[in-house]
């Protein structure tokens, strides 16, 4: 059983950033590619970033140039740092990884940007 663990959330001023980190219990070097989601009420869950083994990364369109996603391989740890944070970025953040043909969801972190 794969665990996932988010942290950072919270309140930010718009043009603030946070830090998300997403502890996994097992190397993060078996659930590659691990990724972000987000979800909003009455929204389908969006891809943000992913990232996989030799460190390629995505992200949509709306957060490129804006987010970053990384791993800790020594850490066993996946981050992702916002900068320049928008309203519209409000959300509940996922955390996802896949053991085999098996996906694994964090519980959510929220991040809410607002004055």
């Known amino acids: 059983q794969v665990q996932l663990v988010e942290s950072g959330g919270g309140l930010v001023q718009p043009g603030g950033s946070l830090r998300l980190s997403c502890a996994t219990s097992t190397s993060i070097f078996s659930i590659y590619p691990m990724a972000w989601y987000r979800q909003v009420p009455g929204k389908q869950r969006e891809l943000v970033a992913g990232?996989?083994?030799?460190?390629?990364?995505s992200y949509a369109d709306s957060v490129k140039g804006r987010f970053t996603i990384s791993g800790d391989n020594a850490k066993n740890t996946v981050y992702l740092q916002m900068n320049s944070l928008k309203p519209e970025d409000t959300a509940v953040y996922y955390c996802?990884?896949?053991?085999?043909?098996?996906?694994?969801w964090g519980q959510g972190t929220q991040v809410t940007v607002s004055s």
């Open positions: 990232i996989n083994s030799i460190g390629y990364t």
């Open positions: 996802n990884g896949r053991l085999g043909q098996q996906p694994y």
